[in-house]
Nanobody
Framework: QVQLVESGGGLVQAGGSLRLSCAAS????????MGWFRQAPGKEREFVAS????????HYADSVKGRFNISRDNAKRTVGLQMNVLKPEDTAVYYC???????????????WGQGTQVTVSS
């Protein structure tokens, strides 16, 4: 079992940047493929980005490709999401997710964080 805690959300103007971080505790972190999802008001939760156990493989939703970058540090048990050129449509609660022995290209979360709010003003 793993516990996930997100941080780094906030309010930013369109075109700006934010970096989200997710700290994991509990089980062996390197056994988990990790990812980020988001949920805007009135919408379904959607996939944003994912990363393999080693960090060598990454996968992005088309809507964020080229603007967002996911990374992980297995020694520090953290996964980050660097978000650049933010748009108002990126406004959502962002959730960190972990998939035990999962395939990063098809992440099926076993565990979720509590979420962190990102608001992009126009």
């Amino acid at each position: 079992q793993v516990q996930l805690v997100e941080s780094g959300g906030g309010l930013v103007q369109a075109g700006g940047s934010l970096r989200l971080s997710c700290a994991a505790s509990g089980d062996t972190f390197s056994s988990y493929a990790m990812g980020w999802f988001r949920q805007a008001p009135g919408k379904e939760r959607e996939f944003v980005a994912s990363i393999s156990w080693s960090g060598e493989g990454t996968h992005y939703a088309d809507s964020v490709k080229g603007r967002f970058n996911i990374s992980r540090d297995n020694a520090k048990r953290t996964v980050g999401l660097q978000m650049n050129v933010l748009k108002p449509e990126d406004t959502a609660v962002y959730y960190c997710a972990a998939n035990l022995w999962g395939y990063y290209m098809r992440l099926v979360p076993d565990y979720w964080g509590q979420g962190t709010q990102v608001t992009v003003s126009s």
